[in-house]
C-alpha cells in the first residue's frame, strides 16, 4: 500500500471479537488491516483472555484450553485468511469524514474506508498487596468466566463489590463455594433491590458492611483475604480459596475522544441487534459495546456481526 492507499477496513483490538471480525472480513475479500495493540489497556494483544488460564466455556475444546493459546489460535485463523496484523496501539482517530484517518503511537497514520472498533473493556481492580503475585492462581475479575474451576470448588470465597454485578457474582459462586462473602464499602448496596433481597435470601452468602480488603494471602494460591472495618480500623482475616473484583469494568474508548455516541461510562453505543455506531462506516463490537455478557463466545459472535455488516455497507458506497 503507497502512503495514499486508502484500507477497505481497519481493525482497532485483537480479542475473541476483533480476530473473528478479520476472519470473515478477509474471507470477502476485504484484506482488512488489524491493529492489535501493545499492551493496550495494560493487557497484552490478544486481549482479556492472555491473562486467564484454563477457559472451560468456549465452545469446540471440550478439554477446556488455556486463554493464551486460545488466542494464538484465533491469530493464527486471521492470517492464514490474509489478515495482515500490527502490533501497534491506535491513539487517536478522526472519524469527522470518510476516509477515516487512525494514528499510531508512534505517528504512523492509516486512512480506511470503514472501521471496526473491537478495543474491549479492563476490569477494574484494586492495587492490593498479594494481587499481581496471585492474579490467576485465585484471584479473577470475572466470576462466569473462571467460577467453575476446580480451583474455587467447595471453598471459601470472597467478591469486592456492592452492585448489581457483585451481587450476580456472589449468587453465580454460591453454586460453587462453600461460603461466599461480599465487602461491601458502605452500609448499603448500590444493587437494585431484586439483586439485594436475592443476596440476602441465600443462605450461604453473607455481606460485611462497611468492609475493605487490605491484602491478599496465600503462597502459591490464594489462602485468605485481610480485611479491615472502615470505621473502626479493625483488621482482621477471612478464609478463603479465591477473590473476585466485581467493581466495573472500564472500556477501552479513550482514544476515540467522544466522536463516537457513548453510555456514562464510556461503552459504544450500537443500533439495537447490530453492531452500527453513530457513526456511519464504524462498526463497534466485542466488550467495548457489550457491558452485559461480557463472554469470549458473545464477543465473536458480535465480531462476525461487524464484518457482515461492515462488508455490506461498502458493497452499498460501491454501487452508489
Not at 478479520?22 to 482488512?32: E, G, I, Q
Not at 467453575?148 to 463455594?177: H, M, N, T, W
Not at 480488603?213 to 478463603?240: C, I, M, Q
Request: aromatic residues 6%; contains cysteine; hydrophobic residues 40%.
Amino acid at each position: 500500500m503507497t502512503q495514499e492507499s486508502v484500507e477497505n477496513v481497519v481493525i482497532i483490538g485483537s480479542g475473541p471479537a476483533g480476530h473473528t471480525a478479520a476472519v470473515y472480513a478477509a474471507r470477502a475479500d476485504l484484506a482488512p488491516l488489524m491493529y492489535e495493540g501493545f499492551m493496550a489497556g495494560n493487557v497484552a494483544a490478544g486481549g482479556q483472555l492472555t491473562t486467564t488460564t484454563d477457559v472451560e466455556n468456549y465452545p469446540g475444546f471440550p478439554e477446556g484450553i488455556q486463554g493464551p493459546e486460545l488466542m494464538d489460535q484465533m491469530r493464527k485463523q486471521s492470517t492464514r485468511f490474509g489478515t495482515r496484523i500490527k502490533t501497534e496501539t491506535i491513539a487517536k482517530v478522526d472519524l469527522s469524514e470518510r476516509p477515516f484517518r487512525a494514528w499510531t503511537e508512534s505517528g504512523t497514520e492509516v486512512k480506511a474506508h470503514s472501521l471496526i472498533i473491537a478495543t474491549g473493556a479492563t476490569a477494574k481492580t484494586l492495587d492490593l498487596p498479594g494481587v499481581d503475585r496471585l492474579w490467576q492462581k485465585g484471584i479473577s475479575a470475572c466470576a462466569i468466566c473462571d467460577g467453575a474451576l476446580p480451583i474455587f470448588r467447595q471453598k471459601p470465597l470472597v467478591v469486592v463489590g456492592g452492585g448489581d454485578s457483585a451481587c450476580e457474582e456472589s449468587l453465580y459462586l454460591s453454586k460453587f463455594g462453600s461460603e461466599i462473602h461480599m465487602l461491601v464499602r458502605r452500609d448499603q448496596m448500590r444493587a437494585s433491590r431484586i439483586m439485594q433481597q436475592r443476596v440476602h435470601d441465600n443462605p450461604k452468602i453473607t455481606v460485611h458492611w462497611n468492609t475493605l480488603p487490605e491484602e491478599v494471602l496465600g503462597n502459591e494460591l490464594v489462602s485468605g483475604v485481610r480485611v479491615k472495618d472502615k470505621h473502626t480500623g479493625e483488621l482482621r482475616d477471612l478464609d478463603a480459596g479465591g477473590l473476585f473484583f466485581a467493581i466495573g469494568h472500564q472500556p477501552n474508548t479513550t482514544f476515540l475522544d467522544g466522536q463516537l455516541e457513548m453510555d456514562e461510562v464510556g461503552y459504544v453505543i450500537t443500533a439495537p441487534d447490530s453492531t452500527r455506531t453513530s457513526v456511519e462506516g464504524v462498526f463497534a463490537c466485542g466488550d467495548v459495546k457489550d457491558k452485559v455478557y461480557r463472554q469470549a463466545v458473545t464477543a465473536a459472535g458480535s465480531g462476525c456481526m461487524a464484518a457482515i455488516e461492515a462488508e455490506r455497507w461498502l458493497a452499498e458506497q460501491a454501487g452508489n
